[in-house]
């Protein structure tokens, strides 16, 4: 598939580690997923409201949640989270696909949504991805999800295709 980037590339993206306050007062660190326990982001995704989750993604039940993360957490894929206390507030990851470019994805708990962590999440990821040499990064959401789509907006992703029920947005670096 021939996906369409922006012609401006965007500039630099923060790295991991990082501490960020949100807009509730909190201290969030945003870390490499090296540095999370698998155990603390297991516990995360159980937390997950269903309501949230979008093409099936995060699973539910805890063994597909398991497996998923064997998977996401695997050398190929670039994964940060965020941290408050103790407690996995958020998730991202890029995931390679079949032509080179590499697909982002965002889960933040429904107690940590809106105040900012969701920006810090992508802002660092993105840094992470920098570091690692990706240069060409996806998404999709649903049309009607107009937070996510404002804060990928704001991290500089533009639209590159709206014909279904799922905005297509890309960034390049």
């Known amino acids: 598939m021939t996906r369409t980037y922006p012609d401006e590339p965007a500039g630099e993206f923060p790295r991991p580690p990082r501490t960020i306050t949100d807009r509730e007062d909190r201290p969030i660190d945003v870390v490499s997923a090296d540095d999370a326990d698998t155990e603390s982001l297991v516990e995360m995704y159980l937390d997950f409201d269903p309501a949230d989750r979008a093409q099936g993604i995060p699973p539910v039940k805890e063994e597909a949640i398991r497996e998923w993360l064997d998977t996401i957490l695997d050398d190929d894929c670039v994964n940060v989270v965020a941290k408050h206390d103790d407690t996995v507030a958020g998730h991202a990851t890029l995931v390679p696909d079949n032509d080179g470019e590499r697909e982002l994805a965002i889960f933040v708990l429904q107690a940590y949504q809106g105040a900012g962590i969701g920006t810090a999440l992508v802002e ?14 996806w998404l999709t959401v649903e049309r009607w999800n107009e937070p996510a789509i404002a804060l990928y907006e704001k991290v500089g992703f533009e639209t590159s295709s709206a014909e279904s029920f799922e905005v297509e947005m890309a960034i390049l670096f």
Not at 124 to 137: F, K, N, P, S, Y
């Open 124 to 137: 660092t990821l993105l840094g992470q991805g920098q570091a690692e040499g990706i240069d060409h990064v």
